[in-house]
């Protein structure tokens, strides 16, 4: 009885405590369903822990090599030479002939010769004439006549190249520049076309030798001697002796850059003159211009200076320090570049006369000196087959030359002459020149280009004969290469001249010369490879303009004719 006193006792008093331990838990239990309750079989892990022993013992090994040469052998099998589609040459042919007849009564004919291909020799000779006796209303005699007769040969050796030529030139004009009936009131007189005539005789002769090897490692040269001679109608003359030099190595002295070329430019020119009064004079030019040319990057670097001695009567040491720099943002397709220059150039009667053809004949000679010129500048293509360019230069210059109507005749019977001289300023250019240039392939080509010119001057009220602005177009047209169409548009701007009073000694005249517009077109019909003919149109909007004052130009006239190939 007792025992189940003591039992009971138990199980009440641990029954208190877990209730006061786990207050507001309710351990009834209901299940719903069929549900018996088990337990998953337990499995044993089964393996035996083994020791690892981190140390390893390598054995031991001897051996021995013995050399022992195999004999091979190595058969070159030739390759075949690759076929192209079309391994013939195109037939040349060693002369051919122009010829024809144009308004103003301007009779044309040109002839030249090549030995066609060869690998040691290159020869050619080539002819021309062309005259014109038309005439012009209100001017005296306007004909004139061109003549040349050029020769030249090449032997190519192995690493060089020699060349030889010889050229003449006779050219003649007449100082139209003068109305008739002017003259004729003024001084009772007509003049003749002797007496308005003016011929000039050129003669050149050269050597010229230069390296042709392609090892951009060998020493780079070329070396030119030229002889030049120029006489007038009066008697003028001009002797010139010209020596030029080149050498050039690329060195690579510095480890900085792959191609370091250094090298030097040399020039000699001597010039010996004969006025019309039998007084003579000479005077002498040598320049020494060393350079370094280098590349760093994306930028192509060019170094160097000009150290220029003129002699005449007292001689005179002319430096000019050079640099350049080409940045390559993109090869090939977008390119900047800018730098500093100067040098001195002579103005001598040869340069002049082919200038302007109605100067005097007792015209000085000149040097002129070019102090700084500073510009940059763009080269860019801006599609597969356009490409621009641009330049914006600066340019300060000493004794610049400028064309103005002589005014100091003693004999008042030679006014109608109209003859130029040259007056000289020191000044400063600005200058922007740009072009652009599509081409496609052989068929399409259109250059568009121009400039942009400001002149300050130091004595001059205006710079003579020098444009403000200037614009050309030309287009070539490729029809099956059967008729081929070339256009040529110019374009220039007002321009100022000096002009004289009705008698000798009379006070300079300022007068403004207005714009114009030369538009051309030269045409050519291909028959078949050897015979083809041309028609040139001139000055198709027949303006009559004036490059120089008082020297107008021809109104629209065309020249006909025929080529042939044999």
């Known amino acids: 009885m007792m025992k189940h006193i003591l039992i009971i006792t138990l199980i009440i008093f641990y029954s208190n405590k877990i209730i006061a331990q786990e207050s507001g838990y309710n351990p009834t239990v209901v299940v719903i369903g069929n549900f018996q309750p088990t337990i998953n079989d337990a499995s044993k ?69 090549s030995n066609q291909r060869s690998k040691k020799w290159s020869n050619n000779i080539h002819l021309k004439h062309i005259s014109s006796s038309g005439k012009i209303k209100n001017v005296g005699y306007s004909g004139w006549s061109d003549n040349i007769a050029e020769a030249n040969t090449c032997h190519y050796f192995n690493n060089l190249s020699l060349s030889g030529g010889i050229s003449f030139s006779r050219n003649v004009v007449h100082y139209y520049g003068f109305n008739p009936d002017s003259v004729l009131k003024y001084f009772e007189i007509q003049p003749t076309k002797k007496e308005t005539k003016q011929r000039f005789f050129y003669t050149n002769t050269y050597v010229n030798l230069f390296n042709i090897s392609i090892d951009s490692s060998k020493l780079d040269y070329k070396f030119k001697l030229n002889y030049n001679y120029v006489g007038d109608y009066y008697k003028r003359q001009e002797h010139n002796i010209n020596f030029k030099g080149y ?14 070329i250094i090298g ?27 350079f370094l040319n280098t590349k760093f990057g994306f930028f192509d670097i060019n170094l160097g200076g000009d ?27 977008l390119d900047f570049y800018g730098g500093f220059t100067g040098n001195a150039e002579r103005y001598d009667y040869i340069r002049l006369s082919k200038e302007n053809a109605f100067i005097s004949s007792s015209i000085p000679e000149v040097f002129t000196y070019n102090k ?44 109608w002459l109209n003859k130029f001289t040259l007056n000289y300023d020191d000044i400063n250019l600005l200058k922007l020149s740009g072009e652009f240039a599509y081409q496609q392939r052989e068929r399409i080509k259109i250059t568009l280009g121009g400039s942009w010119n400001e002149y300050s001057l130091t004595l001059e009220k205006q710079p003579w004969y020098k444009p403000p602005y200037e614009f ?15 256009a040529e548009v110019f374009y220039f701007g007002p321009v100022y001249g000096l002009t ?7 006070p300079m005249i300022t007068k403004k010369i207005k714009s114009y517009i030369d538009i051309n077109l030269l045409l050519e019909y291909r028959y078949n490879k050897v015979l083809s003919g041309f028609l040139n149109l001139y000055n198709i909007s027949g303006t009559r303009f004036e490059k120089w004052l008082d020297y107008p130009s021809r109104k629209f006239s065309l020249m006909a004719g025929i080529t042939y190939a044999l």
Do not use: C, W
């Open 45 to 113: 892990i089964n393996f035996s822990p083994t020791i690892k022993d981190s140390i390893i013992i390598k054995p031991e090994l001897s051996y021995m090599i013995i050399p022992k040469k195999i004999e091979t052998s190595f058969q070159i099998e030739p390759i075949k030479p690759m076929k192209l589609v079309d391994e013939k040459l195109t037939k040349l042919y060693k002369f051919l002939l122009k010829g024809g007849i144009g308004t103003y009564k301007t009779p044309y004919a040109e002839f030249f010769y």
């Open 307 to 333: 150290a220029t001695i003129i002699g005449d009567s007292t001689s005179y040491l002319h430096f000019y320090p050079k640099a350049e720099v080409h940045f390559r943002i993109i090869r090939n397709i």
């Open 500 to 506: 004289t009073g009705t008698y000798a000694n009379s």
């Open 247 to 260: 050498i050039a190595q690329n060195l690579q002295l510095l480890p900085i850059t792959k191609t370091q």
């Open 264 to 290: 030097i430019k040399a020039e000699t020119d001597i010039v010996s003159q004969i006025f019309t009064n039998k007084s003579s004079h000479t005077n002498t030019l040598i320049s020494l211009k060393p």
């Open 472 to 486: 050309f177009l030309s287009a070539k047209y490729n029809i099956q290469n059967k008729i081929i169409a070339n």
């Open 372 to 415: 700084a010129q500073i510009y940059g500048g763009i080269n860019a293509s801006i599609a597969k087959n356009l490409d621009f360019y641009a330049k914006l230069s600066n340019n300060k210059i000493d004794n610049m030359p400028f064309f103005v109507r002589e005014n100091n005749l003693i004999d008042t019977t030679e006014r």
